[in-house]
């Protein structure tokens, strides 16, 4: 089941919570699924040979494109280091910023997530490498795990020169090293906006742990980042705020 299927049983007049017979059905195929199946598990990569230097700067942006934004949020809010991971859409124009229309494909969005770190405690670089190693699989060309198309594609979107420069050495250096069984298909994009998805999408993974994509696809994920990245793993998420949340 993937996951536009399991969105599509959610009614539309309450989007932000499954009916109790509902998830009852859900958490009962979703545990089948992972009984059958085993997750995909994290890749141990090298750290960047190249990071951009931290400087005199506390706040900084970046935007990564690694299928269900759901997962790839909540991996990030459990890195320290990070103040703030929203989902939402990126590579295409604020007018089809919308779940609906992205999920066809046709927008040049992809799903993705922006984050707010403070590059004294946690690099630029430091987020790629838990990027390619837990939040997704690199290697999957415009898909992820169950969930098909351009809208689930692998992709960074630098918000800057520096930033470009090493999301693009670091591909390279992963390349170089074969650090996967398959090529690196993550491609890197011009950045031309970020827009906010809509509330019912953040903290997802929070506000749903018994969800069967969430339990089956991304809680692994987390668990992965607390295994391979101890010294930046948080147990709190930091949560978007509800006042974005709602909108």
């Known amino acids: 089941m993937t996951r536009t299927q399991t969105a599509s049983l959610r009614t539309t007049a309450a989007q932000r919570f499954l009916t109790a017979v509902g998830a009852a059905v859900l958490v009962a195929i979703g545990l089948h699924l992972a009984s059958a199946h085993a997750a995909e598990p994290a890749v141990v990569i090298p750290a960047p040979s190249v990071d951009e230097p931290a400087g005199d700067r506390h706040t900084e942006t970046a935007v990564f494109a690694g299928g269900c934004f759901w997962g790839v949020q909540g991996v990030f809010q459990h890195v320290r280091g990070v103040s703030n991971a929203v989902s939402g859409y990126s590579g295409g124009v604020s007018g089809t ?39 997704h699989n690199p ?28 999301a693009t050495a670091y591909i390279a250096q992963l390349q170089a090293a074969k650090a996967y069984r398959a090529p690196v298909v993550t491609k890197v994009e011009p950045f031309k906006g970020f827009f906010p998805a809509e509330g019912y999408h953040q903290n997802f993974l929070t506000l749903n742990p018994d969800y069967p994509y ?34």
């Open 97 to 135: 910023a919308h779940y609906e229309e992205v999920g066809t494909g046709s927008t040049g969005h992809a799903e993705s997530v922006q984050v707010t770190f403070d590059p004294q405690v946690v690099s630029y670089g430091k987020l790629l490498q838990v990027f390619f190693s837990v939040a």
């Open 139 to 166: 290697t999957q060309l415009n898909y992820q795990g169950p969930d098909h198309g351009t809208q689930y594609r692998s992709a960074l979107f630098p918000t800057s020169d520096e930033q470009r420069k090493v």
């Open 214 to 247: 969430i339990v089956y696809n991304d809680l692994p994920k987390v668990a992965d980042l607390k295994k391979v990245f101890p010294g930046e793993y948080m147990d709190k998420p930091v949560l978007v705020p509800k006042v974005v949340a709602t909108k």
